[in-house]
C-alpha cells in the first residue's frame, strides 16, 4: 500500500466525508500545505463519528477491522481501519521495533489487553509477526492470572515482556512478593501510560538484567505517532515519516513550533489512511521538538484533550459532563483535572472552584459524592482500576476561581494540570 499525498487526501477526504466537507466548506477548491487546514476540534470529531449516520468515515463500513478508543461508556468512540490500512500500520510499527531493541529469535511476551475492541494486544502481535527479524511470539494477555504468566514466562525463557507500566508493575509486584526474579528477561516494553522513576526501581528489582523502552507511540485513533530510538530518554520518539505528519503546535496561538524546546500540543496527520481520515488531529499528547530536521520529538505528557491517569483515559469532557450532571443547582464555577502521583500510584483530582461564600462543608461534601458517583458511572474502568490497586480513588478538592492555575501569558484556564514528575 502506498503513502498518499497530503492534497490527494484532502480531495478524497473533501469528497467522501460529510465530516471533513463541512469542515474545509471555506477553504479554496485546491489545498496543498497542512497549515492551510484547521485543526480537527476533537469533540466535534466525535459527535460525527458515531455508530450510525457516520459522517466521517469516506465510505461504508463493510470491510474493516473496529477497536474502542477513549471515551465514556455512554459515548463509546471507534476507529476503523481497512484490511490494507492495518497491515500497513503494523508493518511500520513492526520495523520500528528494531529500533526500540527487538534482536532476531528475541521471545516477546505480550501482556497487553485483548477483547472488548481493544487494540493493543492484537496491535503488538501483528507487528512482532510484521517485524523484519525473526521472534517468538506469546500471547499471554494482560488479564491472565499472574500465577499462571510467570511459570510460561520461565518456561519459555521470554527475554522480552512487553505491557503498560501498570501491568508490568503489578508483575513485578507478584514476583518480589513471592520472593522469585526472572533474570532472563532482556527488555521491558511500555506503551499506553508514563513510566516514573518509582515504576522504574521496581522492576529493576524484579527482573535484574532488563532495560526499560518505549515499544512506541501509537494510538487507536491517530494511529502511527513516533518511532521508539535509542539513548537514555525512553520519552523521545522519530516521527514515522513519511506514513505520518506530525506538528507541535503552540497551545495559545496554534501556531506551528519549529524550533527545540519549546512545548506544544501534538497534532497528527495519517496519510496512509482514508476509510477514517485522521487530518490535523489533536493525539492528546503535549511535546517538543528535541531534533525537528530528523523528526526527533520528546512525549512530555498528556494536553487538555485527555489525560491518563494509571491505566485510564479520561476525557476532559467526561469529568465535565460528570460535574455537570451532579452539580443541579450551579454551585461549580471552574474545573481543573490534576494528576499527581504518590506511594507508586496515580491519582485524579477533582479541583473544583466555587463562588465566594459559597462554601458550605457539609453542602459541599454531599456534591463531591454526586460528582464522583457520576464520574463512576461514565468511567467505570477507573473505579476498576482502584479496586485492583492500580491507582488512587478520585478526590475532589474545593478552592475559589482565582486559584485555579492559569496560562502565565494570557491568564486562560488551564484545564489539565500534570503535577507527576516525568523524568
Not at 505491557?163 to 503489578?170: A, E, N, Y
Not at 513516533?226 to 539513548?231: L, R
Not at 452539580?327 to 485524579?348: A, M, S
Not at 496560562?407 to 500534570?418: A, P, Q
Amino acid at each position: 500500500m502506498s503513502v498518499h499525498q497530503l492534497s490527494d487526501l484532502i480531495r478524497h477526504a473533501r469528497h467522501n466525508s460529510p465530516f471533513y466537507r463541512a469542515l474545509y466548506a471555506d477553504l479554496p477548491p485546491q489545498v496543498e500545505r497542512l497549515t492551510d487546514l484547521p485543526v480537527v476540534d476533537q469533540a466535534e470529531f466525535w459527535a460525527a463519528n458515531t455508530l450510525h449516520d457516520n459522517r466521517v468515515l469516506t465510505g461504508p463500513l463493510s470491510e474493516s477491522v473496529v477497536f474502542k478508543t477513549g471515551g465514556t461508556t455512554g459515548y463509546p468512540k471507534f476507529s476503523c481501519f481497512t484490511r490494507e490500512e492495518w497491515r500497513e500500520f503494523t508493518t511500520v510499527f513492526g520495523q520500528g521495533l528494531i529500533e526500540a531493541g527487538l534482536k532476531p529469535g528475541h521471545r516477546v511476551a505480550d501482556l497487553f489487553y485483548a477483547g472488548e475492541l481493544y487494540a493493543s494486544f492484537l496491535f503488538l502481535l501483528d507487528s512482532l509477526a510484521q517485524a523484519p527479524v525473526d521472534n517468538v511470539r506469546l500471547p499471554i494477555g494482560g488479564a491472565a492470572p499472574l500465577e499462571s504468566t510467570v511459570p510460561t514466562l520461565r518456561e519459555f525463557a521470554a527475554q522480552v515482556v512487553a505491557g503498560t507500566p501498570t501491568t508490568l508493575c503489578r508483575l513485578a509486584e507478584h514476583l518480589i512478593a513471592t520472593g522469585d526474579r526472572l533474570p532472563s528477561v532482556e527488555l521491558l516494553f511500555f506503551a499506553g501510560e508514563a513510566l516514573f522513576a518509582d515504576q522504574r526501581r521496581l522492576l529493576a528489582t524484579a527482573f535484574p538484567n532488563a532495560e526499560a523502552r518505549s515499544v512506541g507511540y501509537a494510538s487507536v485513533d491517530a494511529g502511527l505517532l513516533g518511532c521508539a530510538v535509542p539513548g537514555p530518554d525512553p520519552r523521545v520518539h522519530r516521527v514515522f515519516s513519511p506514513h505520518t505528519m506530525v506538528e507541535i503546535l503552540d497551545e495559545t496561538t496554534g501556531e506551528p513550533i519549529l524550533r527545540p524546546g519549546r512545548p506544544g500540543r501534538v497534532v497528527v496527520t495519517s496519510l496512509f489512511r482514508r476509510l477514517m481520515p485522521v487530518i490535523r488531529y489533536p493525539a492528546g499528547d503535549r511535546a517538543e521538538w528535541t531534533d525537528p530536521e530528523n523528526g526527533l520529538f520528546r512525549i512530555l505528557g498528556r494536553a487538555e484533550e485527555g489525560v491518563r491517569v494509571g491505566p485510564v483515559s479520561l476525557y476532559t469532557q467526561d469529568a465535565l459532563a460528570a460535574i455537570a450532571a451532579a452539580d443541579t443547582e450551579g454551585r461549580v464555577i471552574g474545573t481543573q483535572l490534576v494528576v499527581r502521583r504518590h506511594d507508586g500510584r496515580d491519582q485524579l483530582v477533582l479541583r473544583l472552584a466555587t463562588a465566594p461564600g459559597d462554601h458550605d462543608p457539609a453542602t459541599l461534601e454531599v456534591l463531591a459524592k454526586a460528582v464522583l458517583a457520576e464520574l463512576d458511572g461514565a468511567r467505570p474502568l477507573y473505579g476498576e482500576s482502584v479496586r485492583s490497586g492500580f491507582v488512587h480513588p478520585v478526590a475532589v478538592e474545593w478552592t475559589s476561581h482565582g486559584e485555579l492555575a492559569v496560562n502565565s501569558r494570557t491568564g486562560k484556564l488551564i484545564r489539565v494540570v500534570d503535577e507527576r514528575p516525568t523524568s
